[in-house]
């Protein structure tokens, strides 16, 4: 037997009759061609985002960073859920995952069907004004973009992770950002920065998941971020079993009853077929 199939099932084994929340990250999105920060196919060091104090204080780096995400959510619309969301969603279906707590940014599980979901870190598709709160849809602040801005959102350049796009410091010379409709403030994508805390009310939805999961399973993390290793170690405490299924080491790798080296488009599709056709036998 493969160990990719050993894998599943182990898996299988261990989620069959339990409600599972499922706790996602960057790597169940590298199907889909978006890049992340640290997965094993990186080449070279990985990019470093811009903090949240850097972009409240510095005029300069909003500058650059809307220059950047204008070409970059070009990219980022056009991508699609790949077979591990369809699977996770197929799997909510049928009563096996309760729900979704995920770290990504891209909507790609929603996307892809699931429907209790909790985005942890917020969600490219919507901006924020942080003097007075209001949100506009990221879709309508590109159409702005643009106008403001006209050619500059279709050159070619390399995509990084959350939306983001690789360009010269002389592109964003000439850059205008767009301003709140209402108000006249600093627009903001509606996502956690780093340096940032995670919304308390989110992080409670998001306990509140796991609470009431009779597991976790992690898929394509590696619980670098301290908010996504919080509800792991939750789960641990409480004396509910942990599944990981992620391509290089997890900070929780010494806590989970079940680890599984290998592709989330592969092993998921295989999880949900054993776990429905069980439950319809």
């Not at 204008?70 to 799997?91: E, F, T």
């Not at 340096?195 to 308390?200: H, K, R, T």
């Not at 789960?235 to 790798?253: C, L, M, Q, S, Y």
Request: proline fraction near 5%; charged fraction near 25%; include cysteine.
């Amino acid at each position: 037997m493969s160990g990719e199939a050993r894998g599943v099932e182990e898996l299988t084994e261990l989620l069959r009759g339990r409600s599972t929340a499922v706790l996602s990250g960057a790597g169940i999105s590298t199907e889909s061609g978006i890049p992340d920060y640290r997965g094993v196919d990186r080449v070279g060091p990985p990019p470093s985002p811009v903090t949240y104090q850097q972009f409240v204080r510095d005029e300069r780096v909003r500058q650059r960073y809307w220059a950047r995400s204008a070409i970059g959510w070009a990219s980022m619309r056009g991508r699609s859920p790949n077979a591990g969301h369809v699977a996770v969603a197929d799997l909510e279906r049928a009563g096996f995952v309760s729900g979704v707590v995920t770290q990504n940014v891209d909507g790609l599980h929603l996307a892809a069907g699931s429907r209790s979901v909790v985005e942890l870190h917020g969600s490219l598709a919507r901006a924020v004004c942080l003097r007075c709160g209001t949100r506009e849809a990221r879709a309508d602040l590109q159409r702005r973009l643009e106008a403001l801005n006209p050619g500059f959102a279709q050159r070619e350049v390399t995509m990084l992770p959350d939306g983001d796009a690789a360009i010269p410091d002389e592109w964003v010379d000439g850059f205008t950002p767009a301003e709140c409709l209402v108000c006249g403030g600093v627009l903001k994508t509606d996502v956690v920065f780093f340096g940032e805390n995670v919304p308390p009310e989110r992080v409670a939805e998001a306990r509140d998941m796991v609470d009431e999961a009779d597991a976790v399973l992690v898929l394509g993390s590696t619980l670098a971020a301290r908010s996504g290793l919080r509800l792991v170690l939750q789960a641990v405490e409480a004396g509910k079993p942990v599944a990981i299924v992620n391509r290089g080491a997890t900070r929780a790798d010494d806590v989970a009853t079940v680890r599984v080296e290998a592709r989330l488009g592969e092993v998921l599709p295989a999880l949900a077929t054993a776990l429905t056709s069980g439950a319809a036998a």
